[in-house]
């Protein structure tokens, strides 16, 4: 007997989602609001760089793949997935898409069936919030009719070699029956699960794995600051301590934060620690505080270059290398470069930008979208490398410019200052 699965969210975590358990023999709902996301799945396009789109086009053709945007085209399934946006707003967790996609499922949810939150959020949503509203929608009981999970996503958009399949992945549930249920489903998808003994230990998990990155690279972001005060080469100090071999993981600074992860799971955490027990979670405000004025401190950097340069900002061409998160990904979400123009702008600088991967939406206000060709780096008077895509040739982009301002220490050359 054919199992049915509903996979509400087609983005970067619920697609990958999808395909494997179209994969796993999975009759397979993608269901998503956004209906130019899902006419391109409908038509064999992929809409994330980790899914190619012949992997949909096969989807399509088994006739296990069913994208959709209505709710009334969703069956009474075996197993649901929610994996939708968790925003900050105004520095609050925005819970309204988890809402939506609970009260829709429990529209669908039969006895027996399975509901599994997927959205990075604070230690208890899945208990206080998810199951109460799947029981008002289908007058079923959480662990008793029906059963309840939770399993963070750990999707790391553009990383070719630790997938959705070969990751291990925490699972949990509300009782030892959902845990079981849960646990058995991922089993068909992926090659390793773990196993906790409540949704909010795996809640905390996904918070707690995302706050250590960002308090780390919050450490040597500042770090980076000081050093160049003191004129010591902090990329050489990273080095010489990455060569020990125990007690040290490696962090490198950079222009800001980006994706849905860093810059805003670590909020979570700490709205809900400030919401439960009244405290600050200082570790949190402090990462936040450093990270997000980093594309700040870059701006500071090359109008402090071009000063010594006996040039103001107001009126120079500064072509942005990459306006994704990370490289070679699409993925701009929450991406610091946007917020490095921005800065820029603000000071009166022509603003130019280059990206093989971003699409058009993803250009900031304000900016002109160009190649990095030699002609446009020979035209700008700053170069600013701020994702290094396999796509930039070092060579090229070093032979070409005047002066670059690196912060991912990619490239090496008398008119190059580093991060």
């Not at 925005?94 to 939150?117: N, W």
Request: charged share 25%.
């Amino acid at each position: 007997m054919t199992r049915s699965v509903v996979i509400v969210g087609q983005g970067y975590v619920g697609l990958p989602l999808s395909i494997r358990a179209v994969a796993a023999g999975y009759d397979t709902w993608g269901y998503d609001l956004d209906e130019s996301k899902i006419t391109a799945l409908a038509s064999g396009r992929s809409i994330v760089g980790d899914v190619s789109d012949p992997e949909v086009a096969d989807a399509l053709a088994s006739g296990r793949y069913h994208p959709t945007t209505s709710a009334d085209d969703l069956p009474d399934f075996d197993f649901a997935v929610i994996s939708v946006p968790t925003p900050l707003r105004e520095g609050a967790p925005d819970l309204s898409y988890i809402e939506s996609a609970s009260r829709s499922l429990g529209e669908h949810l039969t006895a027996g069936a399975t509901v599994v939150l997927e959205s990075t959020t604070w230690p208890g949503t899945t208990v206080e919030l998810v199951g109460p509203l799947l029981e008002e929608g289908s007058g079923l009981t959480a662990g008793t009719d029906f059963h309840l999970g939770y399993s963070p996503e750990r999707i790391d958009p553009g990383n070719a070699v630790h997938r959705l399949e070969n990751t291990p992945k925490v699972v949990s549930g509300v009782n030892p029956a959902s845990l079981e249920k849960v646990a058995a489903f991922y089993r068909d998808i992926v090659d390793e699960v773990v196993e906790v003994a409540s949704t909010q230990t795996a809640e905390l998990t996904k918070l707690l794995e995302n706050t250590f990155r960002h308090v780390n690279i919050a450490l040597v972001n500042e770090l980076a600051m000081y050093a160049h005060d003191l004129d010591i080469d902090v990329w050489e100090a990273i080095d010489a301590a990455s060569t020990k071999p125990f007690g040290y993981m490696r962090f490198t600074p950079g222009p800001g934060v980006g994706g849905h992860c860093l810059p805003v799971d670590p909020s979570y955490l700490s709205w809900r620690v400030k919401h439960s027990l009244g405290l600050n979670f200082r570790f949190v405000e402090l990462a936040n505080d450093v990270n997000d004025h980093m594309p700040d401190y870059v701006a500071r950097r090359i109008t402090a270059a071009l000063n010594d340069q006996e040039r103001p900002v107001k009126g120079q061409r500064i072509l942005l290398l990459g306006l994704a998160y990370k490289r070679n990904t699409s993925d701009a979400r929450e991406s610091p470069s946007a917020d490095v123009a921005r800065a820029l702008l603000d000071l009166g600088a022509i603003v130019v930008a280059a990206d093989p991967h971003v699409i058009d939406a993803d250009v900031p206000a304000g900016v002109a979208r160009v190649d990095a060709s030699p002609a446009e780096l020979e035209a700008a008077d700053v170069v600013v490398m701020l994702v290094d895509h396999d796509e930039f040739d070092a060579d090229t982009v070093v032979a070409h410019s005047r002066y670059i301002f690196d912060c991912r220490r990619v490239l090496d050359g008398p008119n190059v200052e580093r991060l």
